[in-house]
């Protein structure tokens, strides 16, 4: 069973240059990260090559992983779902014409069982705090987090005003916040 | 929560795009501070991926990782990778290992010989003396645009603030006026584009309303160098 420890231990040693460190990585995270890969970018070829960046910019940048700050695997999730938006963005600029729509079919909630590698980082909280956000916030929020979207998209998908959409995700990260430090 | 919470935020969830974005990050290449507000939002949000199931990757990904990573990369990843190299050998080695790894890049085969351009965008803070502002200098190579975020950065009505460039040869050039409280955008002319790399020397200088032609005028309020992101 890998630890937090373990994982934390084995990204100082990619940033030495760890080969072998790297697969460790691999091995205990891959399925976790993959599944943030597919899910952002709704499309599973995609997913395989955000997820090959993954591992291949983790190679030069583990060294920015700071154990003070988060787990290993928060910071890998974070980074995940990083690389993933950065190839939808690439993808939406090339091809103007995909359905934002497309993105979005991949079930959002699916059952805990093997994903709780961020316990103990007040996931409840964050999800407590979510909920008790009114609509549209936290729809606005949660489409924004999911699906990768920018504030520009966010307003052509529920058609309102780039202004109004702003303004849901401000409202909405304000009391998120102030939930969270309660 | 501050204007800059907000921008972090937004950073984090990924809601920006355009300049907004271009100048988020550079003040995230730049600023500590608000660094660590983006790293907040990022701990704060990132629990809510565990609502997202793990998915099995197909058996030959980690092979294509390990393949890439053995790939040499093209001519253009190849020289920051180069540039890494040389940051590494001058921590462990010293003067004399830089000086090897130089010579190194130099004899390269010809393939790279015509050096691109740095791909990375270069980043400059500018702490200014005596009040909260700090100036922020993005210059983003790809299209050979700067960025200059003077964003707290009040003006008097009599003066103007000047960006220059310090070459090694000390003849300054201009990089324009500074709009206070603004964050303005230009278009480098390909030679002065050339002249910025890691570690320049930029000047902030304070000068007659409308600037200085040529050479700074007035007296230089803080310098500061730029590093590649």
Same mark, same amino acid.
């Given at each position: 069973?890998?630890?937090?420890?373990?994982?934390?231990?084995?990204?100082?040693?990619?940033?030495?240059?760890?080969?072998?460190?790297?697969?460790?990585?691999?091995?205990?995270?891959? @399925?976790?990260?993959?599944?943030?890969?597919?899910?952002?970018?709704?499309?599973?070829?995609?997913?395989?090559?955000?997820?090959?960046?993954?591992?291949?910019?983790?190679?030069?940048?583990?060294? #920015?992983?700071?154990?003070?700050?988060?787990?290993?695997?928060?910071?890998?999730?974070?980074? @995940?779902?990083?690389?993933?938006?950065?190839?939808?963005?690439?993808?939406?600029?090339?091809?103007?014409?995909?359905?934002?729509?497309?993105?979005?079919?991949?079930?959002?909630?699916?059952?805990?069982?093997?994903?709780?590698?961020?316990?103990?980082?007040?996931?409840?909280?964050?999800?407590?705090?979510?909920?008790?956000?009114?609509?549209?916030?936290?729809?606005?929020?949660?489409?924004?987090?999911?699906?990768?979207?920018?504030?520009?998209?966010?307003?052509?998908?529920?058609?309102?005003?780039?202004?109004?959409?702003?303004?849901?995700?401000?409202?909405?990260?304000? #009391?998120?916040?102030?939930?969270?430090?309660? | 929560?501050?204007?800059?919470?907000?921008?972090?935020?937004?950073?984090?969830?990924?809601?920006?795009?355009?300049?907004?974005?271009?100048?988020?990050?550079?003040?995230?290449?730049?600023?500590? @501070?608000?660094?660590?507000?983006?790293?907040?939002?990022?701990?704060?949000?990132?629990?809510?991926?565990?609502?997202?199931?793990?998915?099995?990757?197909?058996?030959?990904?980690?092979?294509?990782?390990?393949?890439?990573?053995?790939?040499?990369?093209?001519?253009?990843?190849?020289?920051?990778?180069?540039?890494?190299?040389?940051?590494?050998?001058?921590?462990?080695?010293?003067?004399?290992?830089?000086?090897?790894?130089?010579?190194?890049?130099?004899?390269?085969?010809?393939? /790279?010989?015509?050096?691109?351009?740095?791909?990375?965008?270069?980043?400059?803070?500018?702490?200014?003396?005596?009040?909260?502002?700090?100036?922020?200098?993005?210059?983003?190579?790809?299209?050979?645009?700067?960025?200059?975020?003077?964003?707290?950065?009040?003006?008097?009505?009599?003066?103007?603030?000047?960006?220059?460039?310090?070459?090694?040869?000390?003849?300054?050039?201009?990089?324009?006026?500074?709009?206070?409280?603004?964050?303005?955008?230009?278009?480098?002319?390909?030679?002065?584009?050339?002249?910025?790399?890691?570690?320049?020397?930029?000047?902030?200088?304070?000068?007659?309303?409308?600037?200085?032609?040529?050479?700074?005028?007035?007296?230089?309020?803080?310098?500061?160098?730029? /590093?590649?992101?």
């Amino acid at each position: 069973m890998t630890t937090r420890d373990d994982l934390a231990a084995a990204m100082q040693r990619i940033a030495a240059g760890d080969r072998a460190a790297l697969e460790f990585v691999y091995r205990a995270t891959s @399925a976790k990260l993959f599944g943030i890969c597919l899910r952002i970018t709704g499309n599973r070829s995609e997913a395989e090559d955000a997820l090959q960046d993954v591992y291949v910019s983790l190679w030069n940048t583990a060294g #920015r992983f700071d154990p003070a700050r988060a787990s290993a695997v928060s910071w890998l999730a974070v980074f @995940a779902r990083n690389r993933a938006i950065d190839r939808l963005r690439r993808r939406r600029r090339v091809d103007q014409s995909a359905p934002l729509e497309a993105a979005a079919e991949v079930a959002d909630a699916r059952p805990l069982a093997d994903a709780t590698l961020l316990a103990g980082e007040e996931r409840a909280r964050v999800h407590g705090c979510l909920e008790q956000l009114d609509e549209p916030q936290r729809g606005a929020i949660r489409t924004a987090f999911f699906d990768g979207l920018t504030y520009a998209e966010l307003a052509e998908r529920r058609d309102v005003p780039l202004g109004t959409a702003k303004s849901w995700i401000r409202r909405g990260l304000a #009391r998120l916040k102030a939930c969270l430090e309660a | 929560m501050t204007e800059h919470d907000f921008l972090a935020a937004e950073l984090a969830l990924g809601l920006l795009e355009g300049e907004e974005l271009l100048a988020a990050r550079g003040l995230l290449a730049s600023d500590p @501070a608000f660094a660590a507000l983006v790293a907040d939002w990022e701990a704060r949000l990132a629990p809510l991926l565990d609502e997202i199931g793990p998915e099995t990757p197909p058996a030959n990904l980690w092979s294509r990782v390990l393949t890439q990573l053995d790939t040499p990369p093209t001519a253009d990843a190849e020289v920051i990778a180069l540039r890494q190299n040389v940051r590494r050998w001058q921590w462990t080695a010293g003067l004399s290992a830089l000086a090897a790894s130089l010579l190194a890049i130099l004899t390269l085969p010809p393939l /790279f010989a015509p050096k691109p351009p740095p791909a990375v965008p270069l980043v400059a803070v500018f702490t200014l003396p005596s009040t909260q502002a700090r100036l922020g200098v993005t210059y983003l190579p790809e299209r050979g645009d700067l960025l200059v975020s003077a964003v707290g950065l009040a003006g008097d009505g009599v003066h103007d603030h000047e960006l220059w460039l310090v070459p090694p040869d000390g003849k300054t050039i201009s990089l324009g006026i500074v709009t206070p409280d603004q964050a303005r955008r230009v278009r480098l002319r390909a030679d002065l584009a050339a002249q910025l790399r890691n570690g320049a020397t930029l000047a902030l200088t304070r000068e007659p309303l409308g600037g200085s032609q040529g050479r700074p005028a007035g007296p230089v309020v803080a310098t500061t160098k730029f /590093f590649s992101t």
